[in-house]
């Protein structure tokens, strides 16, 4: 398995280089991300989620060193939600901070625990058929987080929360699962 997450290493930080140039210009086109701040819906979606009481951890991406470091900080078989975050190394009032992405786990009644949804995110041959997610990874990757939360609840329910948390954050990432209201307007961000 280190020899798996070796190879994704070497892959996402060789990719990583090619997207930061030295050159500014190039890092200003290649860094400029059209971004939603919908100040007006912070607190409906934020009401929407206050219920269920989510109580999130992180780990950064690139120092799993070893699939057993997610299983010895993930519970065996609960679902839950997930968030890639980009923030700098050294924070100056724990900003900047960007959700890129919003994802949950035993999605369609699967009952797939979050722990599993996760090593999906470590394995260099399933990120690279979601085009956006392997993007997002070689372009940010030495400041890319993973957030989590237990949620336990049916599916109907996880997925009213995830569409509030895709609601409140509007990651760029994210390409479906917005709320109605934000579905046709995600278009134009």
């Given at each position: 398995?280190?020899?798996?997450?070796?190879?994704?290493?070497?892959?996402?930080?060789?990719?990583?280089?090619?997207?930061?140039?030295?050159e500014?210009?190039?890092?200003?086109r290649?860094?400029?991300?059209?971004?939603?701040l919908?100040?007006?819906?912070?607190?409906?979606?934020?009401?929407?989620?206050?219920?269920?009481?989510?109580?999130?951890?992180?780990?950064?991406?690139?120092?799993?060193?070893?699939?057993?470091?997610?299983?010895?900080?993930?519970?065996?078989?609960?679902?839950?939600?997930?968030?890639?975050?980009?923030?700098?190394?050294?924070?100056?009032?724990?900003?900047?901070?960007?959700?890129?992405?919003?994802?949950?786990?035993?999605?369609?009644?699967?009952?797939?625990?979050?722990?599993?949804?996760?090593?999906?995110?470590?394995?260099l041959?399933?990120?690279?058929?979601?085009?956006?997610?392997?993007?997002?990874?070689?372009?940010y990757?030495?400041?890319?987080?993973?957030?989590?939360?237990?949620?336990?609840?049916?599916?109907?329910?996880?997925?009213?929360?995830?569409?509030?948390?895709?609601?409140?954050?509007?990651?760029?990432?994210?390409?479906?699962?917005?709320?109605?209201?934000?579905?046709?307007?995600?278009?134009?961000?």
């Amino acid at each position: 398995m280190a020899k798996t997450l070796d190879v994704l290493d070497s892959y996402l930080h060789k990719e990583h280089i090619v997207w930061s140039t030295p050159e500014i210009k190039h890092r200003i086109r290649n860094y400029t991300e059209a971004m939603l701040l919908d100040s007006t819906s912070w607190d409906k979606y934020y009401n929407e989620i206050l219920p269920y009481g989510l109580v999130w951890s992180e780990f950064r991406y690139n120092e799993i060193d070893s699939l057993n470091k997610i299983d010895e900080k993930l519970l065996e078989s609960t679902t839950g939600f997930y968030m890639f975050i980009l923030k700098p190394n050294n924070p100056i009032y724990d900003m900047p901070k960007n959700v890129l992405y919003v994802g949950m786990s035993g999605e369609n009644n699967s009952c797939r625990p979050l722990k599993e949804r996760l090593k999906d995110y470590f394995d260099l041959t399933k990120i690279k058929k979601r085009g956006a997610v392997i993007r997002m990874l070689e372009k940010y990757y030495p400041n890319i987080y993973i957030a989590f939360t237990y949620c336990d609840e049916e599916t109907t329910v996880l997925k009213k929360i995830e569409t509030s948390l895709i609601g409140f954050f509007c990651p760029i990432v994210n390409k479906d699962d917005f709320p109605v209201e934000l579905k046709s307007e995600k278009k134009a961000f």
